[in-house]
């Protein structure tokens, strides 16, 4: 059994079949999910296991990460929205990537779009890594909450229309200066270049 500790609270995992399965109490629990059956009741693929408790072998739901990342959807904290929010915008870099509009937003439920889309992606980045996408959208918000004369980074939730408006072409300005940076390995600062081209005051 393995602990991770997340915002205070100690999360188990147990070991079934080589994949690291959670105890759905302990997600739920920190989630902010109250009633662990009822959060776990439309999940598929819920087993049981058994753990060692201070009260002897107990046994427990236990969840596969697809089903923790579904809890984290229904989570209120703001690190769940936070995390929330990120998929979102993975999500709408790998839509772009395929060429596809804001309307046609469904044609990203469909299997072959998606296999694209993470072709396209693995074919821009080396080596994509999650800290990759934080990064784009970090230097991304901070040179739009610059450039409308915020002198603290805002959420893309906590932002006027305006200044979506104005985030678009940054975002796919920092997706491409990264991509190339990577493809080509070039010793500049992609923060540095987009701040500089990006935030002059509107």
Do not use: C
């Amino acid at each position: 059994m393995k602990i991770e500790n997340w915002n205070g609270y100690d999360i188990r995992f147990v070991d079934r079949n080589g994949e690291w399965w959670a105890v759905a109490k302990d997600v739920t629990d920190a989630l902010g999910l109250k009633q662990v059956t009822r959060a776990i009741s439309t999940l598929k693929g819920v087993t049981k296991s058994k753990v060692l408790t201070n009260g002897g072998e107990q046994e427990v739901s236990i969840i596969d990460e697809k089903n923790i990342y579904r809890l984290a959807f229904k989570s209120r904290k703001k690190e769940a929205e936070d995390f929330q929010d990120w998929v979102f915008e993975t999500i709408k870099q790998l839509r772009q990537s395929v060429g596809l509009e804001g309307f046609e937003v469904f044609r990203m439920l469909d299997k072959e779009h998606q296999k694209q889309a993470m072709k396209n992606l693995q074919g821009a980045i080396k080596e994509p890594k999650r800290q990759d996408f934080m990064k784009v959208n970090t230097i991304t918000n901070k040179a739009v909450s610059t450039k409308f004369g915020y002198q603290k980074m805002l959420k893309k939730s906590d932002m006027t229309p305006e200044m979506l408006v104005a985030r678009e072409p940054i975002l796919d300005d920092t997706v491409d200066l990264m991509s190339v940076k990577d493809k080509f390995d070039l010793p500049i600062s992609v923060s540095e270049r987009i701040y500089a081209k990006h935030t002059q005051p509107s």
